[in-house]
């Protein structure tokens, strides 16, 4: 079974401070893939990046940044300089990569979700 | 493009009754999914789809059916409405399955069963 952690329920920095969201993962796969979404107050889900497992190099766009570590099950965000725009649900994910299996198994298992308040 | 409607946005039933959560695309995408996100739970897989006439059901499937009879549309019904099942409803679809691709989700559908 899969399972995704995102211990922090909820995050409130000031505006410009750096902060980091964490996520840990649970799979017995060996081949996988990791997501990471946004969900403003608005509601939608947007989707911010994809990783897949073969590849560890940490990807950086713009202001936000993710550090992908194999070895600690781990998939953090990290946002620079944070701006009020930046407060949202984010959530991380996780599905196997492969051909359709059936059994329930073919799906995103998400995390519960980071809550992050930028305050001005 | 459309991307991924849902219809409706909001919908109060009362206990007992029946109705149908619509989700369309126009991406032609083989994949298809229902997620609920409750609060504090994050989004459970109710039910998904590889292709058309081939469905399965997720984490939480109790009390939905779904079916797929073409490509573009995958509804969700729901057969008796019990307040548990008051939710926030989202449809995503994807290219096709265990490739990474980015999964669309739809705007959501805010289910209050009284």
């Known amino acids: 079974a899969q399972k995704v952690t995102q211990a922090q329920t909820e995050i409130s920095v000031v505006e410009k401070e750096d902060v980091t969201l964490d996520c840990v993962y649970e799979?017995?796969?060996?081949?996988?893939?990791l997501f990471w979404y946004k969900q403003p107050p608005s509601g939608e889900l947007v989707f911010l990046i994809r990783?897949?497992?073969?590849?560890?190099q940490n990807e950086i766009s713009g202001r936000y940044s993710w550090n992908f570590q194999k070895s600690t099950s781990s998939f953090n965000f990290t946002i620079t300089a944070s701006q009020v725009v930046d407060s949202a649900v984010y959530f991380c994910?996780?599905?196997?990569?492969?051909?359709?299996?059936?059994?329930?198994?073919?799906?995103?298992?998400f995390g519960k979700g980071t809550h992050l308040i930028i305050q001005p | 493009n459309a991307g991924v409607t849902q219809t409706p946005k909001f919908q109060v039933l009362k206990t007992g009754q029946s109705m149908t959560l619509q989700c369309a695309q126009d991406?032609?995408?083989?994949?298809m999914s229902w997620y609920r996100q409750d609060p504090g739970m994050g989004l459970r897989l109710i039910h998904y789809?590889?292709?058309?006439?081939i469905t399965d059901q997720g984490e939480v499937p109790n009390g939905y059916n779904v079916s797929r009879s073409t490509t573009e549309d995958f509804p969700l019904r729901l057969l008796s409405a019990a307040p548990s099942q008051t939710s926030v409803y989202f449809c995503?679809?994807?290219?096709?399955w265990g490739q990474g691709y980015e999964q669309y989700f739809g705007p959501g559908t805010r289910l209050t069963v009284t």
């Open positions: 991406m032609n995408h083989e994949y």
């Open positions: 799979t017995r796969d060996t081949t996988y893939y």
């Open positions: 994910a996780l599905s196997p990569r492969g051909m359709y299996s059936g059994g329930g198994a073919d799906g995103l298992t």
């Open positions: 990783r897949n497992s073969f590849d560890e």
């Open positions: 995503a679809s994807s290219t096709t």
């Open positions: 789809s590889v292709g058309a006439g």
